[in-house]
């Protein structure tokens, strides 16, 4: 991963700690202004940005509970259903995903998530065509509760434009949508 940042600001603030999670938040101390008594939280990537508006590493969500981290170069995109919609399902019993090479465009259906409660279709966030499946989840189901939005990825799709992922949800405008 790329380095945070060595300074801050030209003003003096300086780097105190960062977390080393792909979302971290730094915190900052301004030693020129307030002589070290504020603290600043700074949220920075670690990797870099696609170049319109949208950060490699960084997850986006769609309305319809999916997310998409697009790889350091933008075209691969790994798909998965939030951590909201798992615990809506409640226990997942059975995920069924596409065949590898399968294309797919912005909304179409990627496969699905039966739980005790309900069925649920998994939309693509963008068009792209499948280059892999998780398919430890066929026999491992309740990973997508375990951890929806880590080894519980459903696909990775090469991405046909990943400027598609700018109309997503960033994590805090998901968490307002979701009121979490």
């Known amino acids: ?21 792909r979302s971290p938040l730094v915190v900052v101390r301004d030693s020129c202004l307030w ?27 769609t309305k319809e509970h999916e997310w998409i981290e697009l790889s350091e170069d933008g075209t691969i995109g790994t798909i998965g259903i939030s951590t909201h919609a798992a615990h809506s399902l409640g226990d997942i019993v059975y995920v ?47 990973l997508l509760n375990q951890a929806p939005e880590a080894d519980g990825w459903i696909v990775k799709l090469r991405v046909r434009d990943a400027r598609e992922v700018e109309g997503l949800m960033g994590i805090e405008e998901y968490g307002k949508f979701t009121g979490e």
């Not at 504020?38 to 170049?51: D, K, M, P, Q």
């Not at 069925?119 to 998780?134: C, F, K, M, Q």
Request: proline fraction near 4%.
């Open 1 to 21: 991963m790329a380095s945070i940042a060595r300074t801050v600001c030209p003003l003096g603030r300086r780097v105190v700690s960062a977390a080393t999670t």
């Open 35 to 61: 002589q070290r008594r504020s603290a600043v939280l700074r949220r920075f990537s670690t990797i870099g940005s696609l170049g319109f508006g949208v950060v490699a590493g960084e997850k986006r969500y």
């Open 96 to 142: 069924e995903l596409p065949a590898l090479a399968t294309t797919v465009g912005a909304g179409d259906m990627l496969g699905a998530v039966e739980s005790v409660k309900s069925a649920s279709d998994i939309l693509t966030p963008v068009s792209g065509t499948v280059v892999e499946r998780n398919e430890v989840l066929e026999e491992k189901p309740g």
